[in-house]
């Protein structure tokens, strides 16, 4: 299995970044997938999850509101719509597959990605 996330980058604050994430190796329509994202210093944290058919989201309350995440399941994709950036959404995301629905903690996460450096500046 191999979740390759893609688009991070430098951006300024007040600005709108796309993540993708590119999922081989498992049958991705079956797969509750999330984003999560970790600073330097600071533990792994839950971002945002949607469920296999992508009826289902949800968001740390962090992003609730600037965040959206949205899936194609014909591509095996899964994305995260980040807007209205703040410096401290500076982090590497990661993406992840779970067999488990509404998955929001790392230990029920099962697939993850190598992650991609966001940075915002002020």
């Known amino acids: 299995v191999q979740l390759q996330a893609s688009g991070g980058g430098l951006v300024q604050a007040g600005r709108s970044l796309r993540l993708s994430c590119a999922a081989s190796?498992?049958?991705?329509?079956?797969?509750?997938l999330g984003w999560f994202r970790q600073a330097p210093g600071k533990e792994r944290e839950f971002v945002a999850g949607?469920?296999?058919?992508?009826?289902?989201?949800y968001y740390a309350d962090s992003v609730k509101g600037r965040f959206t995440i949205f899936r194609d399941n014909d591509k095996n994709t899964v994305y995260l719509l980040m807007n209205s950036l703040k410096p401290e959404d500076t982090a590497v995301y990661y993406c992840?597959?779970?067999?488990?629905?509404?998955?929001?903690?790392?230990?029920?996460?099962?697939?993850w990605g190598q992650g991609t450096h966001v940075t915002v500046s002020s």
């Open positions: 992840a597959a779970s067999v488990r629905d509404r998955a929001t903690t790392t230990p029920d996460y099962d697939f």
């Open positions: 949607i469920s296999w058919n992508g009826v289902s989201t």
């Open positions: 190796g498992l049958t991705f329509s079956r797969y509750t």
